[in-house]
């Protein structure tokens, strides 16, 4: 494949390079936490600001640097009468700007986020009372230095077409060696620089933005967590087969809310959880059922235990743990039909000898134009959308199946072992097909290369009679492997985004060197302008590559998404 960004030549953007982290020097990866206190006397409003009234007196500030990134702190701002607030943060080669906060108050107690690492700035507080006058303090903020063995990242750019924001990237532990416990997630600007970090500590993975203004993970050993912005934690969630726990609170002030289902047990949040609108959350568990002697012998010949296997469950949870209602795949798919490719392995997420894994779903939307939750069952090759209601306790409706025992008929390629999905403009579907087990290809035993992709297809299930709803693909891209030179495999991991411009992000987390050692990987991250005439090969044209890894450094990454801002929620005005 031609990458359009690495020409140069009159009329073309030039491609700018950026390598993060070269610039900064080495540090003590566990630096002293920073305190900076100050009364600073108000200097009034800057000569561009409109000054309605005098300058209300001065504030009390207290910048504390994160124990938890070393490139995030908390700013609070005391005040005599109640203000609204807007913190800058500049460097001799950076900038950063908070939103103005939505309420007055003579107390704000605010995330400072976007930093670089190893940088002096000088940190403007702005605040403006309800009569209109604007004072401004400055006070001084040293970051530290990210923790050692975080990868060098090459990005090429076309900045005029890439969508601006943070690109956020799950560094996966499973093929990396990145020194400590528990796997980065880290945010880099448009120029490939490292502005934003949280390590749990354990396996963390599907950051997701929550409407009150906080991240959810999913989250090992605990179902799932909830941070605000700078990594503090607020809220972990576990689950309690007996449904004894009551909620408690740890040492560092940490919600521990259990949670517990009377009609399924229901095992730890894997994967994915989706923040609802209302404080509540969707995520992905996990229950288990009986495979009959025989049907274990005739699935995995010679093995000599006795295993259960474990299905997918999607759970409706309040914000207090209350598991509303539930949908378990095993009512769902047909185990019969569709046992998978993976029942023999005895190692994996959540695998033993004795209890295996079935339908493997790694992926959960809530559509909110269909009322319906959409899940990505990796192993039984299916996309499935389930009737959201009102009703509690277990559910089973089924607006549609894509993939096996589809329910509309489908016009494309057929996908297998999806990753990914959810629904973007116009309602369409997008989704990343791993490919693994591709008819024709090497893995399901031809001649063709494997090779994954992303994908997007049309839903029309529009009509009042289902006997109408059809579904088509419009779209895919796939590209050359740039270590390999082959088609890029990426049988693991990955996952495609649609961004605020129209651009697809697309993710190739686990992409193969060898096909026979998946711990032999490394990442393609592309942002791509579709363009559905083309499709296939490259699917439009590629304006934001990140290249991680190579042949002598294996490393992989769960997911990438670009955020808008690391400033969202109530606590900000909306600009």
Known sequence: MTAPFLRSSAGLVIAILFAAGCSDDAADSSPEQSTTTAAAASSGADDEEIQKGPPPPSPSITITLSELSPIAARVVVDTVEPVTVQITAESANHTVSTPVTAALSDTHDLPL??????????????TTDADGGIGQSRVQLMTGALPDGLPELDIAIYPDQASPGITILELNPVAANFSGEG???VGVDQWGEYVWYHNAGSFTG??????????????????????????????????DPTGADAESTAGDGTRLVPYHADWVELGPVHHDIVPMADGSFLALSTTEHGVPAEQRAALCPGDEFEWDIFSDVIMHITADGAVLRTWDLYDISSFEAHPGEFLCNRQGLGITETRRDWTHANALWFDESRDAIIVSSRHTDQLIALAMTDAAGPQTEVRWILGNDATIPYEGETFHHTHGVKTVTGGDLLFYDNGNFRPGTLSAGGDEPDYSRAVRVSVDDSSDDPLDWTATQVWDHRMVDPVTDLP????????????????????????????????????????IVPDTEAGGDEGGEIVWQLSLGDAEESVSMYRADRWDSLYFGPLWAVE
Not at 113 to 126: E, K
Not at 493 to 500: M, V
């Open 183 to 185: 796997n980065p997630i």
């Open 113 to 126: 986020v976007g930093l670089r690492q190893n940088s002096d700035y000088t940190v403007a507080i702005t």
């Open 488 to 527: 890029l495999y990426a049988p693991f991991l990955s996952d495609a985004d649609e961004l605020s411009n129209g651009n697809i992000l697309v993710t190739h987390g686990g992409a193969v060197i060898d096909p026979a050692d998946f711990l032999n990987s490394h990442v393609v991250v592309v942002e």
């Open 206 to 239: 599907a950051a997701q933005r929550t409407p009150s203004g906080d991240v959810a993970f999913q989250h090992d050993p605990f179902a799932f967590s909830v941070t605000d912005i700078t990594g503090r934690r607020l809220a972990e969630y576990y689950p």
